[in-house]
């Protein structure tokens, strides 16, 4: 029986592999000898030790044999699908190659396996999880090509980049990615990744880090607006998952202030800056910081504007993990809880 009777769509649940070796049959040569031997190549992973009992899981989802938290369906399924009465889980994974600062074609061949994997190994276990394609932004023409490919898949419902600090993907040399995403009426989501940074690149303590990383999705959605990926794509919509959402507030005043003494500068952008947040732009609720006074939280909600722009996730299963039943506080009314646990996703994506 459920934990709660409504009905949830989870925007943020990571499916693990047990190895980068489970995408060697869905990768060409030359790339599968590159992964296949013994010391093949390995995907970066973050320099921190794991200040907690479960590393970066949650502990109960740590699995015996060193195997991957996330990497279980069935244990998946018992601890947060069929509890949460979870109608539509987004995968996000954490295996993003537009990370790699080097051999971009090696990059896509490994994008194009992952997607082909997830496929065949989450996809088909249950129907309520839908994917995200997974590209290598470094040819954005070979992206394309592969968010078209993939796209063929109704189960697929967004593109998933990582939230870079060493490049700007609103950059028009990305903006065939973007193209590609709004034909194929598909939602772009930026999520942290293993090279996300501070604006002082990696600093002493994981607890610095983790603090400090929405600095990234602020500078990625600053540099979407400034070089016109919304004026230029009127129809995409774009994810920022597990950015937290309480800095939008300021950032739209700040970013309007700008815009009106400066947008000379950036003549193509023709609307607000705040405008095209409320009408482009969805944030996740994990993680969400919790004020000593809740009212304080429910306020920064309404400076939004619009109560369509929060969207429920877990992010399953981490150790920062958000049960449904309990990522809002109670000032939030139940019909809006129930509209950020549901509806807003489910339009969104349209699920």
């Known amino acids: 029986m459920s934990k709660i009777s409504p009905p949830v769509i989870d925007t943020d649940v990571h499916e693990m592999y047990l190895s980068i070796k489970d995408l060697v049959p869905y990768l060409d040569e030359p790339w599968r000898s590159r992964v296949a031997v013994a010391d093949g190549w390995k995907p970066q992973s973050l320099p921190y030790s794991w200040p907690l009992i479960g590393g970066v899981a949650r502990a109960d989802a740590a699995l015996p044999n060193g195997k991957p938290a996330g990497s279980d369906y069935q244990i998946m399924k018992t601890q947060h699908l069929d509890p949460n009465n979870i109608e539509a889980a987004v ?32 996809l088909s276990k249950d129907s309520r999880f839908k994917g995200s394609i997974c590209i290598a932004a470094q040819e954005p023409h070979v992206a394309a090509e592969e968010i078209d490919r993939v796209a063929e898949d109704p189960r697929y419902v967004q593109v998933i980049l990582p939230a870079l600090t060493h490049d700007v993907l609103g950059r028009e040399f990305y903006h065939p990615i973007f193209d590609a995403a709004q034909r194929n009426n598909l939602v ?29 999705w602020q500078c990625q959605l600053v540099g979407l607006i400034a070089h016109g990926v919304f004026d230029k794509y009127p129809g995409l919509r774009v994810a920022l998952i597990e950015s937290s959402w309480t800095w939008l507030p300021s950032l739209m005043w700040r970013f309007d202030h700008n815009y009106r003494s400066l947008r000379r500068e950036i003549p193509w952008v023709k609307r607000m800056p705040s405008e095209l ?11 969400m910081e919790f004020p000593d006074n809740p009212e304080h939280l429910f306020q920064l909600f309404e400076m939004i504007g619009t109560d369509e722009f929060l969207m429920y996730s877990s992010d399953y299963p981490h150790w920062d993990y958000d049960d449904p039943g309990r990522a809002l506080p109670a000032i939030f009314p139940k019909d809006l809880r129930h ?13």
């Not at 490994?110 to 997607?115: C, G, K, P, T």
């Not at 509209?339 to 699920?351: D, F, H, R, S, T």
Request: charged share 15%.
């Open 91 to 122: 995968l996000t994974g954490l295996f993003y190659p537009t990370e790699m600062k080097v051999q971009p074609q090696f990059a896509s061949g490994l994008a194009r396996a992952y997607n082909d994997w997830t496929k065949a190994t989450w």
């Open 188 to 216: 772009v989501a930026f999520h942290q990744g293993y090279s996300t940074q501070t604006a002082v690149g990696l600093p002493p303590y994981y607890i610095e880090w983790h603090t400090a990383i929405p600095q990234a």
């Open 277 to 287: 947040i409320r009408e482009n732009v969805r944030v996740s609720t994990q993680p």
């Open 339 to 351: 509209k950020i646990n549901y509806e807003n996703a489910k339009k969104l994506y349209g699920i």
